[in-house]
């Protein structure tokens, strides 16, 4: 029934594709904390349409406003919420697709529970789009994170067929610098190979998945709960809603399927006078609370749905099948986008979960 | 800070290994449902311990007692719990596990999290042995899905390097049949090399992980609802809630990030005037929202972090570096067990989705 | 930590009295409802300032704005959010209050909750403005229940010393009329006396309090659930929501404290082939679960906490008594506009339960 | 759907009047609070039967069962569940009810909603028997808020027509002492008085109802939250789940309705450099949040509704009017037991609240 989720910080959005706004709201954001605008604005850009030639064309003009739960720069405690205008909306594009099933779409699955009251311009609510607001508030999210010594990385683990270098492989200035490339990889070359493949994909009126790997870096030991509030079952939670992902692994995750136990296991030694483990296989979580070390997690990301390509559908008012032709500016690959909104999610569970943890 | 899930149907676990009793409460199974008895025990015994040679040896009597919400034999509506008394317990064997941390346990970030207050014991509250209420509630709720025209099957898909088929290559039937073999695999060839492979672990003193995979059939279209809430968050946060599990996809899952949207759209056909999708890529969700297909999903399961070899590891007492050999009685994998315990866990959340929908 | 409600209809309010938005978000209104948009306005009208000289002259513009969930006039189902911008805003006159605590007002003790970083002008988040979003929502969720057969009517059950009759008194005709006085009085010699209080009290730079009583006919037996979801549970969290409340009872409420058990009972009876109650000292409610008579319940509403008069108070920033001269246009008396408020909250919240309970 | 409320510290309850088992499990205790048993026990027995003439002479045995979250005589953290025997059952006496509504209690409405599925001997899930487990968890929050510092005490304001003295006219130390009366009034004229009431209301067969009064001492400014999560709605929420409450109002509550501002209002001033107030009507919270003093609140419970006299019903097998005359034996006034149920409510709750904010 809701786009709500949370315990201490909870967050919900609102907004359809093609309507007036859309927005979210944070109630439990800790009062005082002075908002970097450049930095969220940096952050933010990230997240946009029609920064290059690797994303879609669309101009969408992700303008925020901050229209309560902060004052003279920082936030008061009180629910916050943000705004952002509609612009550039081109709802013809959308009406061919009133009873044609787009595949792979919610389009079909909405106008089911929805009793065809939805409003199907642009994917209504379960349009990407709504990933905007989620970065407002994950954006911030990260500063208050950032100033309690908890830092946020990710990058593109594998697109198509093309595979980065594992995030552990990679020291953490890397990591830092990972978000500031067209293409969120590593290696260079791999880079290169990423951008020629979205040109060809883009031509071929097609589009790819990919892997969206991250790091959590300075949660302390004794975050999160056993059982359904463990670490893993809160952030699962956050990041299955991020439209696209269909797939979600901690530290070595399915690979540990195929190993055996005395491999798997992390084994603990004091080093620095700290205890940690000396492999993290865990990917920092045992028995659902945080052992200290970081947080590693993958998420897989579906192939765009729309693609350009003809495709074979049905027609729900005339019940009858039927071809469909899908025009429009479209994202080759959603993956490469969802970069900065897993870390704006991320960051929202853990701050959660911190914010639950302070009176350890 | 909870053990608690759900939102019309809420469940709530609790006990420690070693404590008097483990049990589970359930708000919201609705009222005058029939349970029986003969096929809830039969689900509960495949969950057993000392089955098998190819499950631990300790004994543990899981005799529940059902003692509120259930009269005339049938549910009442009013809060259902359940407890089971904790017999085959040897405390013993843990004494020397008080001050060292066994890897990939929950001792370490339970000791930090309770500050030294937790009952240690056995694993105390992140034992396996709480998904045994689970069981119980899971197994009513299969059968309060089954008679809705629900039903959850689930195998080993792969247990270390033994593959079996996928699910979806395999009748109704057989998926139906498979929990009556000594393992569940589909391919009895398979399931040959399964047993050697399990006795050898055990000789090795070692263990081994797998993947479980599971369908759901007959749910209609138009359940779940869109972002974090979604069909995918719901059962995420509920199988992430099972120990061990350390990775989830639904349908194509991971492999679709390698897949080109043509490949990976399910196309939309009519079918005995009925709307399917020709393939199931989605696993039975678009934008969080079930089609009418069948539902699929994968777990990952580690291997059982418990094993015999002599281990590295810390003790927190004297904060020194030592060696940890544990002894007793485990499971050479914990996959094998967690086969009938993530058809609860799915069967409950799937449940709480149909009731919170049945105004549609 | 949230100005969040509800269950399967979750509501969260946002905004400062001075900020530039307030506004509301539903999660879950049912989709295909048509808003009637003119019975709207005339709602909202009736919570709005500077109507009348009896309510306060400051003008504020109460336009709001759906941005989401609201497609071709019909609600779709996906999240329903609302804003309304702020105008008529004085900030100056606060200036002076900045570390001056306003007696009974929530600025002290908004103070040491956000810790100095509130936003205290006109009251923040604690203003009664807050109620405006509130109205909005509850003004749609009047019309959902009226569509179903409920309807909810309040009136102003005594102000300071002026007692009016008690509604069950009083014909349904004559409650359904009663908001279309100045003041919501059903005995017109007492509405003529409550008006020459009202002027004498402004005139005194003083205010008074009041009760509001309300009643809901419609619902039918079975909603609600035992112990702390129960019916008078459920409403009282959202009643005692709206700032300036402090006492609610059901049916005979405190006076069941002087009856015996004999005359406090409600006999049941069979009357066109309907059960029924004889009386209704229960307010309609049992166990928490609604009986299927009038829902009854009364609000005590504490005089504005602004008033004119100089006052006794604390300057937190010099740690000193000091006196407080409160500037500005303020109600004699809130309870008087908190009629329609409190309708909307109830609306709310019956609607909340009543989709809860669709599945009997 | 549920028995269960709060946030951080969330408690669920189970079991019906005739069951084998009732109880209550509490998630959110903090780790390593040691259990005084004598303390908990002593103040168990004021809410048990059979304890003197004034109250039902049923002997229940409330011996209550730690069955987890308790280890080494200290909380774990985990889930604390615990269990209580049913065994003075006497399931005769509710035969003929079973199709006799009997007044002002649960049964029709219960029937209702989980049609005739309920397990209806002895009020079932509705019985005020189901506040045992209640005072179990609450006798333990009780201790736990003492080692805060925070104390909560309850006397019975009014009992029919017998006014005690207002609880802010009275020492501490008086307060502290009244649990140790046969009956909890200041003034032991009353007392005596009440005793005599209560008597001669047996004789009669009939009931009386009568208001609690309570008060607590020790909550820092800034606990709470603004609107929906204010202190008055969370305690209001746990409140009305307690059987027999119809009522409740904070600080000076309904006679504020009959108040002025200037009246009303509570002063600021420093006193020994701390921020106070001189009067306080507001019952220590404003705008939902506490202010430091003593938060003070009364609730309205209503007459016994079992009494001996016969009373108008309806059979509803039959569908017709009828007599009940219920036999058993009953409390003369729910009222007297339910002084330290509702302590144990509101304990729980506020530390509920207090375990949110331990972070300011």
Known sequence: MSSLIGNKLKIGLFGESHGSHIGAIA?????????????L???LSRRKTGQNKFTTQRKETDDYEIVSGYY????????????????????????????KMRPSHADYTGHIK????????????????????????????????KSKGIEIYAHIKSLYDIEDLPIEKVSIEEQKKVCEKTLAFFDDEKLEEAKILLENIKKEKNSVGGIIELAVYGVKAGIGDPIFDSVESRLSSMIFGIPG???????????????????????????????????????????????????????AVKPTASIGLVQDTVDIKEMKNTKLEITGRHDPAIAVRIVPVLEAAVAISMLDMILENTDI
Chains 1, 2, 3, 4 share one sequence.
């Open 27 to 39: 109630y439990g954001f800790p009062s005082g904390f002075e908002i970097s605008k450049d930095e």
């Open 41 to 43: 604005n940096k952050f």
């Open 72 to 99: 003279n720069d920082r936030t008061t405690g009180t629910p916050f919420a943000v705004i952002i205008k509609n612009n550039d909306v081109n709802s013809k594009d959308y009406e061919q697709l009133k009873y």
């Open 114 to 145: 929805y009793r065809g009251f939805e409003d199907n311009r642009g994917g209504g609510h379960f349009s990407g789009r709504i990933t905007a607001p989620l970065c407002v508030i994950g954006g911030i999210a990260l500063q208050i994170l």
């Open 245 to 299: 992902v269909k797939g979600l692994e901690f530290g070595c995750g399915f690979d540990c399927a195929k190993m055996k136990g005395s491999l798997h296991n992390d084994p603990f030694e004091i080093k620095d006078s700290k205890i940690v483990t000396t492999t993290n296989n865990s990917g920092g979580i045992n028995g659902g609370i945080t052992n200290g070390m970081p947080i590693i997690l993958r998420t």
